[in-house]
């Protein structure tokens, strides 16, 4: 099993920054992609970024590139989500999420059906 908690959420100004934090532990072979993911009061989820670290590929959603920065330290445990300049379209619970696989081709893993993991999620609110 895999286990993730998230931190780091809060109420920010716009064009504020915040950066969240996701403690991974449990069987590292099931988590060789992780992400963040996101939902809003009446919205679908969506997929903000993800990296595959053993082949060094990063994607974001189209919204948030150039913005936010996703990383993971070097023993793998800790997955990290730098937001800058955030906006009100920011605002939603943010989800860190782990696959055993998911393909880095196209913006399939932005869908979460891949994703087996799930935290329980930290809350993001800019006004």
């Known amino acids: 099993h895999v286990q993730l908690v998230e931190s780091g959420g809060g109420s920010v100004q716009a064009g504020g920054s915040l950066r969240l934090s996701c403690a991974a532990s449990?069987?590292?072979?099931?988590?060789?992609?992780m992400a963040w993911f996101r939902q809003a009061p009446g919205k679908k989820r969506e997929g903000v970024a993800a990296?595959?670290?053993?082949?060094?590929?990063?994607k974001y959603v189209d919204s948030v590139r150039g913005r936010f920065n996703i990383s993971l330290d070097n023993a793998k445990t800790t997955l990290y989500l730098q937001m800058n300049s955030l906006q009100v379209e920011d605002t939603g619970m943010y989800y860190c999420?782990?696959?055993?696989?998911?393909?880095?081709?196209?913006?399939?893993?932005?869908?979460?059906?891949?994703?087996?993991?799930w935290g329980q999620g930290t809350q993001v609110t800019v006004s």
């Open positions: 999420a782990a696959a055993e696989f998911a393909p880095s081709g196209g913006d399939v893993w932005s869908a979460g059906g891949y994703f087996t993991y």
């Open positions: 449990g069987n590292s072979l099931r988590r060789n992609t």
């Open positions: 990296i595959w670290p053993a082949v060094g590929t990063i």
